[in-house]
């Protein structure tokens, strides 16, 4: 049997940053301009609504959990100080960004939550009573229907804004807007656009290496969020969620011409594919028998813990003839990578497994250490992706 290598990226970043600096208002930057009154802020969001807000902004309420790291990497060390809510989603979809956030801010967890918009236990009210100066919701409660009433907070006078961390996250400029929308609210113009430029040169680098080896895209690919455990087939997408990454970085999902936005694959169709790669997306909670998270922040599974996964998933009826299995391009990554300002890191990887040679100078972990010692206030610790082949790993320190 082939030795298998856990790909650890056990990082360890410490962002030092400077001292605390006052909210600037009514800067003209990005989606966000100066009114005549200098004591108001005018931007037009991703619901392409033009929004006023006065200024300065110093109390948000923050409702969208991939929203939290771009605001967290704005506004810098002092970001807490302007969160007077946050999204309950927070806690049960990313309970170790949590536990890492806490590490360094204690204070999280007395942050207010409000609900959760997917599970449509959000409350006006609380917001209400927070009396937040904005309250940022994220642009699919609105694409799926979830958008809670928010006529009690237009009566309190508290503005509501949209970003996109999730729906578009590669195909316009929903991430760039989004961080510049929240860059003017803060009064950080500047710091916003400097993460602007570090993203958009870490995505169109893989943008233009696919667009060159166009002709000879010939990688299929098989996704799945394994809702079901091991033993049955999870949830797979086309052209949305998970798969998005796929679409730009030269793969061709084998759900394209069968699945219309996500269900589960026929078994048999699957093994007549016989695809190139299978990717599996781990969410936090994904234990190793000793009860810990095999990814994600803080997760360092052990070799044999991370080998009995493979073993796991890999041992399905019919798999063991699969070439993604026989040529270890079987995969398995931290969800967190998806819908975040990092999503760069799961694009590069993604294109380095489907064509290694052209990208074989890419790093993307190495990348995501750098954007987190550049722009973000928490330590980066913990286990990325792994498979039963390749190995990465740093220490970071």
């Known amino acids: 049997m082939k030795d298998r290598i856990v790909v650890l990226a056990v990082l360890a970043i410490t962002l030092i940053a400077g001292s605390s600096i006052s909210v600037a208002v009514c800067a003209a930057a990005g989606e966000g301009s100066a009114s005549e009154d200098s004591s108001l802020i005018t931007i037009t969001d991703l619901d392409d609504r033009t929004v006023t807000i006065e200024g ?88 799926y229907g979830m958008v809670p ?42 710091k916003a656009d400097q993460i602007i430029d570090y993203y958009s040169r870490q995505v169109e680098d893989v943008f233009s290496r696919v667009k060159d080896i166009e002709g000879d895209l010939e990688t299929t690919v098989y996704i799945e969020y394994p809702n079901s455990g091991a033993d049955q087939y999870g949830i797979t997408m086309s052209h949305s969620g998970m798969a998005l990454p796929i679409d730009y970085s030269g793969g061709k999902n084998i759900a394209d011409d069968v699945i219309a936005r996500s269900g589960q694959i026929n078994p048999e169709y699957l093994i007549n594919a016989d695809p190139d790669v299978i990717i599996f997306c781990m969410v936090p909670g994904t234990l190793t028998d000793s009860g810990d998270n095999i990814v994600g922040f803080g997760a360092h599974p052990s070799q044999d813990e991370v080998d009995k996964v493979i073993d796991k998933y890999t041992d399905r009826s019919g798999w ?12 398995f990554y931290y969800s967190g990578l998806g819908f975040s300002i990092e999503n760069f890191v799961i694009l590069q990887s993604m294109a380095k497994w489907f064509y290694p040679n052209e990208f074989s100078d890419i790093e993307p972990i190495q990348n995501m250490k750098e954007f987190y010692d550049r722009f973000m206030p928490i330590h980066l610790d913990g286990t990325w992706y792994f498979n039963n082949q390749e190995t990465l790993s740093s220490d970071g320190r």
């Open 56 to 143: 300065p902004v110093e109390s948000v309420v923050l409702a969208d959990a991939e929203a939290i790291n771009v605001f967290a990497a704005v506004e810098g060390p002092d970001f807490i100080d302007y969160l007077s809510g946050v999204c309950s989603a927070l806690d049960t979809n990313y309970p170790d960004l949590l536990n890492a956030y806490s590490e360094d801010y204690p204070q999280m967890a007395e942050i207010p939550r409000v609900g959760d918009l997917e599970k449509s236990t959000f409350s006006v009210e609380e917001v209400v009573t927070l009396n937040p100066d904005v309250v940022i919701l994220p642009l699919w409660c609105k694409t």
């Open 149 to 190: 009433d928010i006529g009690p907070l237009d009566k309190a006078g508290i503005p509501v804004v949209y970003v996109d961390f999730y729906l578009n996250p590669y195909g316009g400029d929903s991430y760039e807007r989004s961080v510049s929308l929240i860059g003017t609210l803060l009064g950080k113009e500047e």
């Open 320 to 331: 063991s003839s699969l070439k993604a299995v026989k040529d270890g391009n079987v995969y």
